[in-house]
């Protein structure tokens, strides 16, 4: 039996977390979303996941907030982050600020670009004409 692997999608934007819920369920991972950052630990004390999908702005605990609990956990340390902004134009600003992500996406991007990420956060890097397209 194969074991899919397991990622966390936090974000605030309902249709952005069934965008990205839908793309990732059809290229094989395992997906569960959280709301807001104090949802994301919850979440993430009752489940480790393999990859975490995590947008910068967020009310309550923002994105950047939530790395910087993450990468102080030896628990959550080593989890591949791929942090998200819809802020073209401060983008390197937040990458230089999101340092410890594995990677940083600026909104929007498509499918294949988010499971190309994933998959190569996992270390599982395929051709990207694999990854099903989202209508």
Known sequence: METRAYVLVVED???QVRLMELALSRAGFEVTAA???HEALRCI???RPDAIILDVEMPGMNGFQVLDVLRADPFTADIPVLM????AKDSVLFEEWAKPADAFLTKPFSPAQLIAE???A???VGPLETVPQVA
Request: proline share 0%.
């Open 122 to 124: 996992l270390g599982a």
């Open 84 to 87: 998200l902004t819809a802020h």
């Open 35 to 37: 709301w807001d950052g």
């Open 13 to 15: 934007a309902g249709i």
């Open 45 to 47: 004390d009752q489940r």
């Open 118 to 120: 994933v998959r190569r």
